[in-house]
């Protein structure tokens, strides 16, 4: 049995904007900042090798983490609301070719679960992006509450849809663990 985390950091974070998108959330050329932004963090506290990193694996924020903590040699489990297929097409594939590649090469270096193959069916009433985050949220507290730094790059304000980062953040607070919030208002104040 592999040993046990000694620290646990769980992402949620804007994806990269849409070249559809109205107004500009995350453009495609904040990138930078943002992921010197999430290195920052995983530096700040310490992260490093052994430690486990849990996100999705949507392009922009969640794909940007899973990079940081590959670079510095932690765990990486990737968690899917539904099959990759429809969530490619739903939250990587518009962003361009790159992106795509750079989610399999993550995704290579991953441990992978996918709620429908692990959970089962979502029930009628239930919203698979919701579902994804207490998933993950329940596998990190599993290692021990007290071990649990959740990051969010966010603007602080309601998704586009429920199960957003807007969602894991209130789960978050309502339960425990240190929270790490970089404000994208603040990181590039002018697409807000």
């Known amino acids: 049995m592999a040993s046990q985390p000694r620290k646990v950091l769980l992402f949620s974070g804007h994806m990269i904007d849409s070249p559809s998108r109205k107004k500009p959330r995350f453009p495609a050329d904040k990138e930078p900042i943002a992921a010197k932004a999430i290195g920052d963090v995983l530096d700040r506290i310490a992260a490093g090798p052994g430690d486990l990193a849990i996100c999705g694996g949507a392009c922009g924020g969640d794909l940007l983490f899973a990079e940081a903590a590959l670079a510095r040699k932690l765990n990486l489990a990737i968690y899917l609301p539904f099959d990759e297929e429809r969530f490619l097409a739903e939250s990587v594939n518009f962003a361009g070719a790159e992106w795509r590649k750079r989610y399999f090469a993550a995704k290579s270096r991953a441990s992978m679960h996918i709620a429908t193959e692990e959970l089962g069916p979502l029930k009628d009433d239930e919203s698979p992006f919701e ?25 602080g304000v309601g998704g586009d849809g429920p199960g957003g980062t807007q969602h894991l953040m209130q789960e978050v607070q309502n339960k425990s663990g240190r929270i790490h919030w970089l404000d994208t208002r603040q990181l590039w104040p002018e697409a807000e």
Request: charged content about 15%.
């Open 131 to 155: 579902r994804n985050n207490q998933w993950m949220l329940q596998v990190a507290e599993g290692h021990g509450a007290g071990k649990v730094d959740f990051i969010c790059l966010w603007n």
